[in-house]
Every structure is written in structure tokens, then in C-alpha cells.
């Protein structure tokens, strides 16, 4: 069966695009649960990881999933004004400004690090962010940054993000 990605972007070959996804626990991971349970049909992109607040989002985390092998980094969170740790999302929000930055500077697009904002009741909106960001990974090709960005750069942009 030919990779529909490739229709995208030829270079995804025989695979398909790998989203890793850093979802707050109170929110933007049981919009995905009830995305599940409710049926909701999305691309089976995501691989997610549940952490307490998007404020709790160190940036090398995901400098370290682009190295290992991600295509995409989506951090999503409860909505501006609804974090259950008070500001932990308008920390995420500084940090992820900085981080696509930096990315940019290590050639990376910075529509391959991407923030949302969906609450627990909000599957929908989970499931549409999901289909997007999916469909920008897939036209954008893959990453590959093992291949082309020695270790040495990685671990010095590691420790400027860490700061
Ligand atoms: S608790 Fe959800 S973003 Fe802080």
C-alpha cells in the first residue's frame, strides 16, 4: 500500500511522520483520552507523553526528541489563564518562543515545534490540532537531524536553551 504521505512530500518513502507529543496532565491529556474514547478519528502521528504542566516542559526535552528521531515536537497545554499550577503555561509560552529560535538557528523549521491549548473537554480541538500539525510535518518531509547536525552542535544548543 503506498505511504499517502508521500503525496505531501516524496522524500517520507516508506514511513510516516513521528509527533511527539508533551501533553499537561490535566488538560490537553484527557482531551486525548476523550478523543479516544469519543472515537475521534485522527493520524496516528502523536506518540504522547504526559507531564503535570506545560511549565514543567524543560526545552531540551525536545531538542532531544528532534535528535532521536521526532519530526515534530507538540507541546500542548491548559488555555492562558487555566493552569492548574497558575502560570505554568505563560512559562511554556516564553520557553517555546526562545526554543523555535533556536531551533530556527540549528535549520530546523520552527513550524516543527509547535504550542496549543486544549481542556479536558476539548477532544475536538485536540484531534484538529493532531490532523494539523500532521499535515504541516508531512508537506515540511522528514527531519532526519541525526544525520545532518553533528552532536557537538546539539549538546551546545542544549546547554544555551537549559540557559
Ligand atoms: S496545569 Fe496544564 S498547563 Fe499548567
Known amino acids: 500500500m503506498a ?20 501533553l499537561c496532565n490535566w488538560c490537553s491529556y484527557r482531551a486525548a483520552d476523550l478523543a479516544g474514547t469519543s472515537r475521534f478519528g485522527y493520524p496516528a502521528t502523536l506518540r504522547d507523553l504526559r507531564i503535570m504542566c506545560t511549565g514543567r516542559l524543560d526545552p531540551t526535552f525536545v531538542i532531544k526528541a528532534l535528535r532521536e528521531g521526532a519530526d515534530g515536537v507538540l507541546v500542548m497545554g491548559c488555555h492562558p489563564g487555566q493552569c492548574h499550577y497558575d502560570a505554568g503555561n505563560y512559562k511554556a509560552m516564553r520557553r517555546m518562543a526562545l526554543l ?3 531551533v530556527i538557528q540549528l535549520g530546523v523549521h520552527p ?21 494539523n500539525m500532521t499535515e504541516t510535518i508531512a508537506r515540511l518531509g522528514p527531519l532526519n537531524w541525526q544525520d545532518t547536525v553533528s552532536g557537538e552542535t546539539i549538546q551546545r544548543e542544549m546547554e544555551a536553551v537549559r540557559g
Do not use: H
Request: hydrophobic share 40%.
Open 3 to 22: 505511504n499517502d504521505y508521500n503525496q505531501l512530500n516524496p522524500a517520507w518513502g516508506e514511513r510516516s511522520p513521528v509527533i511527539i507529543g508533551l
Open 111 to 131: 513550524d516543527r515545534v509547535q504550542l496549543a491549548w486544549a481542556s479536558a473537554s476539548q477532544g475536538t480541538i485536540f484531534t484538529e490540532m493532531v490532523k
Open 100 to 102: 523555535r529560535r533556536t
